[in-house]
């Protein structure tokens, strides 16, 4: 082959993959909350493996198109960089602006059906090809660098987890469009330095694109904002708005001088005005809220506020006489609105006698305390949007780590001898199907058997607020100790009196008609019995699969896959299906950016010797190494506090520690005990996981956060240093195996993308039907198949001929370079 082999300027390009390196992971966080906002929060489980289909479709490029290897490596950085910006511009307009209504895909047959499963397939496109340019110019740069590849591959490393690292407080002050445009500036950038001075119109071209994305990112030109889908309410008429780490935050006045916050285009809470004036707060002795104090009789002398929101739960908390009051919110953009940007508007909550307002993650700040609450109140996230169908539905494939039983659990023991806890949940029809009540209280018993409770029925007490129309509100109130007859007492005397209040469960009671008085007053066999016979799963779920909303099982939904939906029962496994779609959606652009090239190589494909065991090998990394990724990602939530922090401190700590087990990999190759060994290790790795994780991290609760992501990278650094070795190996064992070496790395490496990009999709739901312990020795299982082939693919090696050319092509030596 007549690849060009030069050697350029190597510190151009030790800065350019660098720049390009961290730009592709800023682009990578940034599109996972533009997706989260624009779509839903499980869509961005997609994100993660178009980028990888991006990046390794580039790789892909360069090996198989000769055009490419004859092109100098300057022109390559210069060119992808320019178009590879503009490509990235144009994405995000197209993606921000496109309108789309996911819950129509499945009205089946119909024309809107087909129109927005396209308008994804477009959205997936776009996303898709803004890491193409990434992708070629990583592949050349270290393909072409034989002597200087260690130093290259160690700028890109560094680049991609400074990346990941940067990308939170980067979004929390420009926001995840200007982020984006961030990444396209960094590529624009690389690709003016490198360009040759002979391409004077590129020069120019580059120039303006320059100068363009500086404007944009200085403000001086707005972006168009963007559109969400039809389900949501959208940004229209909002009178505030700000993008956080957390979810994006939208105020908006309706009549009655009420705001409503939208939470990513969803309804999410209320923000009501307070004079300072506790005389206005009347409201509230007709409101569900009232309950808790009811039940009290006497004011909390200590109350903790888990999701304080805007403060409807304060206000409230303040007409109750509540002594002191601690209101806990994750999302800094909502707290600012109490002590900033709306503080006169709400009556400066944060400064009224006994208030005070904590920006935190609610498990995390529940852990530090040493207190006893007389109330613990959890306000619901979608409490103030139960008749918003698609809303509700948004939170099926979330990680609901505040709503396990190792959370309620801790809750019960912070409580003071006489405190309770509260829960609400929206419900879209109590009477009909209460499955979030049903599915807590569930949890709940399991809760209080975990610290010794035998007669969970006398510790709770259960209300609902049911409006037939406009979507209901159930009240779960637990206690350490049974409740008294006095207690009791009290909570029936007043839960009539309530507008539209109807009693479920209270000690001491017959069941009534609601399967939840059933659950409540069952023994555990009862309950067992009732739940398994209940149309939905309301299993107690725990921490190690805290899908909460997760109510009806994958077998179930598979069966009646073709059956059409009513877009307005969110928990009829529309969330299901959707993650269903995404993975027929991996499945297939995987197979024709990753596969389908290869049709241009078939007579070199034809005759590899043993693609058949190399593709189990690669086949097992991509899955098993996702496994890995995806659910260290997700058991991290809890600890880091947000999805958004846990996905970019493993992403960061996978890369680089990756990176480093790929090259020293490179010095143990050939030692036949190296497989045995790394598999035992990963043995090791995995148990720790399963069995002492949970107690390190449980332990490390009430650190800091910068503490706690401290811990999150020594924890992945075993992980990823023993991952990072498998690839290499297998890739240069496979390229020892015929003349076409560069063909069969590409092969092998598009396999391994392939099962790559279905496992970031199969990994969840794995998860959420089995639990993430039982996926990560499924990882294990998957490495021990892949050590196996190992070993097939080294028998083949020894039989096989020594090809004509020992020396790998520069494109080999990219990919073997590469961690998954």
């Known amino acids: 082959m007549a690849e060009v082999h030069e050697g350029g300027s190597r510190a151009r390009q030790t800065v350019a993959i660098f720049l390009v390196s961290l730009a592709g992971l800023l682009l990578e966080v940034g599109y996972t909350r533009i997706v989260s906002y624009k779509l839903w929060y499980y869509y961005t489980y997609l994100v993660i493996g178009l980028a990888l289909l991006g990046i390794g479709s580039g790789g892909i490029f360069v090996v198989l198109f000769k055009r490419l290897r004859r092109t100098s490596t300057e022109k390559i950085i210069a060119l992808c960089s320019i178009f590879g910006a503009i490509s990235i511009v144009v994405g995000y307009v197209v ?45 050349t740069i270290l393909g072409r660098a034989p002597d200087g590849i260690g130093r290259l591959y160690f700028a890109d490393l560094i680049g991609a987890g400074l990346g990941c690292l940067a990308a939170i407080p980067l979004i929390t002050r420009l926001g995840p469009p200007d982020v984006i445009m961030v990444s396209a500036l960094i590529f624009t950038v690389v690709g003016l330095l490198a360009l040759p001075r002979r391409l004077g119109v590129m020069m120019g071209l580059g120039a303006v694109v320059g100068v363009f ?43 009655g001088n009420q ?43 200590k109350e903790l506020i888990i999701g304080s929101a805007a403060g409807n739960e304060i206000l409230a908390s303040l007409h109750f006489h509540a002594k002191k009051i ?16 709306y503080k006169k508007y709400s009556g400066d909550l944060g400064h009224q006698p006994g208030v005070s307002l904590h920006q935190a993650d609610g498990r995390t700040y529940l852990a530090r305390s040493k207190e006893k609450y007389d109330l613990v109140w959890y306000v619901a996230p979608d409490s103030y949007a139960a008749n918003n169908a698609a809303s509700s539905g948004a939170f099926v494939l979330s990680e609901s780590y505040l709503y396990t039983k190792e959370m309620i659990a801790s809750s019960l023991q912070h409580l003071s001898g006489k405190g309770i806890m509260v829960v609400q949940f929206g419900e879209l029809d109590f009477e009909g199907a209460p499955n979030r009540t049903a599915r807590y209280v569930m949890t709940a018993r399991a809760a209080m058997k975990q610290i010794g409770i035998k007669d969970p029925g006398n510790h709770m007490i259960v209300s609902a607020f049911i409006t037939h129309k406009t979507g209901d509100l159930s009240t779960i109130i637990l206690k350490r100790t049974p409740f008294t007859p006095a207690e009791v007492a009290r909570y029936r005397r007043v839960a009539p009196t309530l507008p539209k209040v109807s009693e479920v469960w209270a000690p001491g009671q017959q069941p009534g008609p ?40 994958f077998d179930s939904v598979i069966r009646n896959i073709f059956h059409p939906l009513s877009a307005q029962n969110p928990e009829d496994s529309i969330g299901e299906r959707v993650l269903l779609l995404l993975l027929s959606v991996s499945v297939l652009y995987a197979a024709v950016f990753l596969l389908a090239p290869f049709f241009f190589v078939r007579k070199e494909w034809r005759s590899l010797p043993g693609k058949g065991i190399s593709a189990v090998y690669f086949s097992a990394l991509g899955l098993g190494f996702m496994f890995f990724e995806i659910t260290m990602i997700q058991r991290l939530v809890r600890f880091l506090g947000y999805p958004t922090y846990s996905l970019t401190v493993t992403l960061a700590s996978i890369l680089v520690f990756t990176g480093i087990g790929a090259l020293v990999s490179k010095r ?60 290499p190996l297998g890739l240069s064992l496979v390229g020892k195996l015929s003349d076409h070496a560069d063909e069969y790395i590409a092969w092998s490496w598009a396999v391994n993308g392939f099962f790559s990009v279905i496992g970031s999709v199969l990994t969840t739901i794995l998860s959420m039907s089995f639990g993430f312990s039982t996926v990560q020795y499924m990882a294990l299982v998957v490495y021990a198949i892949a050590a196996l082939a190992f070993t097939r693919i080294s028998a083949v090696a020894r039989r096989t001929p020594a090809p004509a050319e020992t020396g790998a092509g520069p494109e080999m030596r990219t990919l073997e370079a590469t961690p998954t």
């Open 95 to 139: 993606i921000s602006r496109l309108p789309v209504d996911t819950l129509s895909i499945w009205d089946y047959g119909t024309r809107a059906s087909f129109k927005n499963l396209a308008i994804i397939g477009v959205i997936c496109f776009f996303i898709f090809s803004s890491f193409i340019a990434l992708g070629i110019i990583v592949s």
């Open 259 to 301: 705001a409503l916050l939208l939470h990513d285009g969803t309804f999410g809470s209320a923000l009501h005005k307070y004079n300072d004036d506790p005389t206005t707060l009347g409201r509230y002795d007709q409101d569900p809220r009232a309950l808790p104090f009811k039940v009290l009789g006497n004011p909390p002398e």
């Open 213 to 255: 994305l500086i404007l944009i990112v200085t403000s001086v030109i707005t972006l168009p904002d963007v559109r969400t889908e039809d389900t949501k309410a959208g940004p229209a008429n909002a009178a505030f708005s700000d993008w956080g780490p957390v979810f994006r935050v939208d105020v908006l006045f309706v009549p």
């Open 668 to 727: 143990l190759a050939g030692r036949r005990w190296l497989m045995p060994v790394l598999l035992a290790v990963l043995c090791v790795i995995t148990l720790f996981y399963e069995v002492g994780l949970d107690n390190l991290t449980n332990s490390l609760l009430d650190q800091s956060l910068a503490v706690r992501v401290l811990v999150s990278l020594i924890v992945l650094a075993p992980l990823g240093l023993c991952l990072g070795m498998f690839m």
């Open 514 to 553: 609601s399967v939840v008085s059933h659950l409540a007053a069952a023994t555990d066999a009862q309950a067992a019995t009732i739940a398994a016979s209940y149309p939905r799963d309301i299993s107690a779920i725990s921490d190690d699969s805290p899908f909460f909303w997760h109510f009806v099982p």
């Open 326 to 341: 601690e209101g806990v919110e994750l999302n800094p953009v909502t707290l600012s609105l109490l002590t900033d940007h």
